[in-house]
């Protein structure tokens, strides 16, 4: 039985004829179909097993605003090793001289030897004859290039300053017909209507698969015995730092990872109680001023920790077991494991018995209903736990442990002043991460990207 093919479909095999392998922007020239018509029609074709579509990616370098500098003017430690080649110099002299790039120069200088300082002077000791990443700066220059045709060690060096470079992932697409496509042939004119032809494939409507991921664990956790509690998205930096024992001077309370409201404070963000004794922590372990117009100041939830350590302080529970799923913003570069917003699960314990063992066992029972069962935690540092660990899980497809959940015990500095007098046990992480092992995915932008043919193809039940 001969197959029906749409005017879209005809032109898109008629040029992969000619032209066997294509890019979706180079048939749009080569059809004059619009970027729409090439990917409804290349997605035709690949339903019918008519096209075959090779992504690949790609890492191009290119220089950031540091980067851009030091091309223009020189390496900082260049521009310092410059100033000092007729003769020593005072301090004083070369920070007017240099600015801001003072204290890279330096240290940079100094942990190479390049130079000797005295209380007052600076001196050139040693000048090399060329400066690690120069080599790459000048590669790179206004140009952006292909990671592989740089030198690793000298891009390394480049890499560990901050604004130097700046990496960003290409996609591309080659569509080429299959066998079966290359030995369709079109006639000229309309012959007649088969119609025992096929009809359109439908497509029903379904969740997205991020949306089932985040069903699953609100089931788990509901039938673990845990409550949820609801939080606004907005919050006072009150409850999402200053409760959690967050100093105020702490860079995550910075433009660059927190997005503030502008010109918005809370007029009222805690009792007088609340308020006086997280004051008093503060001042007390952290030994500086704290300033309440600091605390007013609105935010975009960072964590959905801030929910549930309000309701913690609200109802003071003897012993009770809630959990907190919801959005949340953070200032980062998008990139294939960092978005601006994403999903957020967090729970907590209380009770006069819990301790780490059964932290770890809840943990434990998580993974497995979702179906992770190589799990193992590792000690490490969160500001608001103590003791704190790192839940990693085992990729299978990539071979090697990845870190997914944070979790560890209130400290006490956090939990007294809200008159929390029963241990917490906390964990929490990103919904994305854990949607990407289930639907074995490498770029969590992704989810986001509305790929017809991607969440199609996706089945219901992982």
């Known amino acids: 039985m001969s197959q029906v093919f749409h005017d879209i479909e005809k032109k898109i095999i008629t040029s992969l004829k000619d032209n066997p392998k294509q890019t979706p922007e180079t048939l749009e020239k080569s059809t004059n179909l619009s970027p729409d018509q090439i990917r409804r029609g290349i997605e035709w074709l690949k339903l019918k097993n008519l096209a075959i579509v090779n992504e690949s990616k790609t890492n191009v370098i290119s220089l950031g605003k540091n980067g851009i500098e030091s091309f223009q003017k020189g390496l900082p430690e260049k521009r310092l090793l410059d100033l000092l080649k007729n003769g020593p110099k005072k301090l004083s002299d070369l920070q007017k001289e240099l600015g801001p790039v003072f204290g890279p120069a330096i240290g940079l200088a100094k942990k190479n030897n390049w130079i000797e300082s005295s209380s007052e002077q600076i001196s050139l000791k040693n000048l090399p004859s060329e400066f690690p990443g120069e080599k790459t700066l000048k590669q790179i220059a206004n140009n952006k290039l292909l990671e592989n045709n740089i030198d690793k060690n000298d891009l390394l060096v480049l890499l560990k300053r901050p604004d130097f470079i700046i990496e960003d992932i290409i996609k ?60 606004n998205m907005t919050q006072s930096s009150f409850w999402n730092f200053d409760a959690l024992f967050t100093p105020q001077d702490h860079p995550a309370r910075e433009l660059q990872d927190t997005f503030y409201l502008d010109g918005i404070s809370a007029k009222k963000i805690a009792t007088p109680e609340q308020i006086r004794k997280v004051s008093e922590s503060h001042k007390k372990n952290w030994r500086y001023y704290w300033d309440i117009n600091e605390a007013r100041k609105m935010v975009l939830r960072t964590h959905t ?39 957020q699960i967090e729970g907590v314990v209380v009770g006069k018995n819990a301790n780490l063992r059964n932290l770890m066992g809840i943990q434990r ?82 989810f986001y990207n509305n790929n017809l043919g991607w969440l199609r193809s996706v089945t219901k039940c992982q």
Not at 309 to 324: G, M, V, Y
């Open 172 to 231: 591309s697409k080659e569509i080429t017909l299959t066998d079966s496509a290359k030995s369709i042939k079109f006639s000229s004119f309309f012959g007649a209507i088969d119609v025992e032809a096929k009809v359109p494939e439908i497509f029903v409507a379904r969740t997205h698969p991020l949306k089932d991921t985040i069903d699953e664990i609100r089931e788990i956790f509901v039938t673990l015995g845990f409550s949820e509690i609801i939080g």
């Open 305 to 343: 920790t801030c929910v549930t350590i309000k309701h913690l302080a609200e109802n003071k529970p003897d012993e009770a077991q809630f959990f907190s799923l919801g959005r949340v913003f953070r200032n980062e570069k998008v990139s294939y494991k960092h978005l601006v917003e994403f999903n």
């Open 365 to 446: 029972e998580f993974y497995k209903r979702i179906g992770i069962t190589k799990i193992k935690f590792w000690p490490t540092f969160f500001p608001y736990t103590e003791p704190s660990l790192q839940t990693m899980v085992y990729n299978e497809r990539l071979g090697k442990w990845i870190e997914l959940f944070g979790m560890g015990i209130f400290r006490p500095e956090l939990t007294k002043p809200l008159g929390i007098t029963k241990p917490v046990l906390a964990w929490g992480g990103g919904i994305e991460r854990i949607a990407m092992l289930k639907y074995g995915l490498d770029d969590v932008r992704e």
